[in-house]
C-alpha cells in the first residue's frame, strides 16, 4: 500500500530488495562516512557472565580489564565445589565466592583457586575473578567438585 505522508524528495535508485524486517528503531544520526571495508571480526567487549557452570566444567574466554562473574552449581549431591581459574593466562589479583548476595569467600592467596565447602545439592555458587587494572587476556577456568 502506498505510504499516506510520501517523501518530497524520492531515491532515484530505489532498491530492488528491500528488507522484510526494517528496525522498528533506526538511529537519528546515522554515519555520513560509512567504511567501505567493516571488519569480519568487530571487536565486543569480554563477555561480563558467561553463563553457568557444572561439575567437571570447563570454560574459556576473553577478560578485558573487566571483572568477569561465573555461577557454579553442585548437581546429584552435596560437597565441596572448587573454582580453578589457575590456568589463565593472566595474573587474577582475587576470586569472590558469593551466595543469595553473602560474601561466602575469598581468594586471599591469590593462586587462581578457591574452594566452597559444605554446598548442597542444587546450590548456586556465583564466583568473580578480577586482575588488575588494565589486564587483557584469555580465562580458563575448571569447576570440580567432591563429596
Do not use: W
Not at 562473574?69 to 580453578?84: N, V
Amino acid at each position: 500500500d502506498p505510504t499516506i505522508d510520501p517523501t518530497a524528495d524520492p531515491t532515484t535508485d530505489p532498491t530492488r530488495d528491500p528488507t522484510a524486517d526494517p528496525t522498528a528503531d533506526p538511529t537519528n544520526d546515522p554515519t555520513t562516512d560509512p567504511t567501505e571495508n567493516p571488519t569480519k571480526n568487530p571487536t565486543t567487549p569480554s563477555p561480563t557472565h558467561p553463563g553457568e557452570m557444572i561439575c567437571g566444567e570447563t570454560k574459556q574466554g576473553p577478560y578485558n580489564d573487566e571483572p568477569v562473574e561465573f555461577e557454579a552449581r553442585i548437581q546429584s549431591f552435596d560437597g565441596d565445589l572448587i573454582f580453578d581459574a589457575s590456568n589463565s593466562d593472566f595474573t587474577i589479583t582475587n576470586i569472590t565466592a558469593i551466595d543469595f548476595g553473602q560474601l561466602l569467600d575469598y581468594d586471599d592467596t591469590q593462586d587462581g583457586i578457591i574452594t566452597i565447602f559444605d554446598i548442597e545439592n542444587d546450590a548456586d555458587i556465583t564466583f568473580t575473578i578480577y586482575a588488575a587494572p588494565g589486564i587483557k587476556g584469555t580465562f580458563d577456568v575448571v569447576i570440580d567438585c567432591t563429596s
